[in-house]
């Protein structure tokens, strides 16, 4: 019993992340995964700023760097900040047991969080965050009502304040509210390409499964016309 119990709190940051976010307005991301310099700044910026708490744990830097155009020196000595190697998982800098002491649950990992959220979800979140003092890190989100994680872009964004018609309106950010917008959409691409790497690959290859399919339909269309002309 008591491991159902630890194996279920576990659980926990993983659901956490996972829910809320009914019925709001999600802002389209329109992520293009063959934007690879998109990708490249959505690494940095995911590193920079996201990998201190958050893993994802099922990607290798190896893999990300090649499918990237990243050249293996440059992942080693711009992305790796925990001292691994390029082949091993990229895991995050925080002990497990200290986040869970500070944050009251250990971060999430995120490889899969644009698959399970969808696109929009992550994006719509990264620019969800406004300022609300009553809360332990003194910022909500309109996506993730009573959001249990500090915002971490707000160097770049500014502190945002909830106006009266819902919208948000940020000041005091390194970047404006386009180019936020922009590293917002580019941290969502390298989420989407994470939670499935292979995704082009497989929709180049579902066309030439299409198109072989098209043509063994006619090849066996003729066999059979040919194979009854004499039967009937």
């Excluded at 939670?195 to 399919?213: D, T």
């Amino acid at each position: 019993m008591k491991k159902l119990l630890i194996a279920l709190v576990a659980l926990v940051p993983t659901l956490g992340f996972a829910a809320g976010g009914h019925n709001v307005h999600l802002e389209k991301a329109n992520i293009d995964l063959n934007d690879k310099e998109s990708l490249v700044r959505g690494l940095d910026l995911f590193q920079h700023y996201c990998s201190g708490c958050h893993s994802t744990q099922y990607q290798r830097y190896e893999r990300v760097a090649n499918d990237l155009g990243v050249s293996i020196d440059e992942m080693r000595t711009k992305f790796v900040f925990t001292g691994a190697k390029v082949g091993e998982l990229m895991e995050n800098a925080i002990p497990e047991k200290d986040a869970a002491k500070w944050f009251g649950a250990a971060p999430p990992d995120l490889t899969l969080a644009a698959r399970v959220r969808g696109e929009d979800w992550v994006y719509s979140y990264l620019k969800g965050f406004y300022k609300d003092p009553s809360r332990p890190f003194g910022v909500n989100n309109t996506v993730f009502p009573s959001v249990g994680m500090p915002h971490v872009l707000e160097g770049l964004q500014g502190i945002a304040v909830k106006q009266a018609d819902g919208s948000l309106v940020a000041t005091g950010g390194k970047l404006s509210a386009e180019e936020y917008d922009q590293a917002a959409r580019d941290i969502t691409g390298f989420l989407v390409y994470s939670a499935e790497p292979i995704k082009l690959e497989r929709q180049a290859l579902g066309i030439w499964v299409l198109g072989f399919l098209f043509i063994f339909f006619v090849v066996a269309y003729f066999l059979k016309k040919e194979y009854w002309k004499d039967v009937h």
